[in-house]
């Protein structure tokens, strides 16, 4: 059965930091770009990070230099440090995999809510 359980939200104060996890199943890490998107009410789901087999990252240009993408092949694991976290960093965030279709947002797993105040 193929699984994304994301966790790791919560929420912090401008400035601060949190650690998101998705730990995959289902299917391997070496089949498959893994990745982070995003989503507040009313707005459009948004990549935030991509991570492909080989460790090539892409992110999106509000969080370079902030956020740090990174996987654990033998866990399974995706996770997704984000450091001087902003008030316009709050969404709900989705774990993502390119080898599985459908909308990334809410379609494999329920997201982890982050929540930044200022």
């Known amino acids: 059965e193929v699984k994304l359980v994301e966790s790791g939200g919560g929420s912090v104060q401008a400035g601060g930091s949190l650690r998101l996890s998705c730990t995959a199943s289902?299917?391997?890490?070496?089949?498959?770009?893994m990745g982070w998107y995003r989503q507040a009410p009313r707005d459009e789901c948004e990549m935030v990070s991509i991570?492909?087999?080989?460790?090539?990252?892409e992110y999106t240009d509000s969080v370079k230099g902030r956020f740090t993408i990174s996987q654990d092949k033998v866990k399974n694991t995706v996770y997704l440090q984000m450091n001087s976290l902003k008030p316009e960093d709050t969404n709900v965030y989705y774990c993502t995999a390119s080898i599985l279709a459908g909308p990334k947002c809410g379609t494999w797993g329920q997201g982890t809510e982050v929540s930044v105040s200022s």
């Open positions: 991570i492909s087999p080989d460790g090539t990252t």
């Open positions: 289902g299917f391997t890490f070496d089949d498959s770009d």
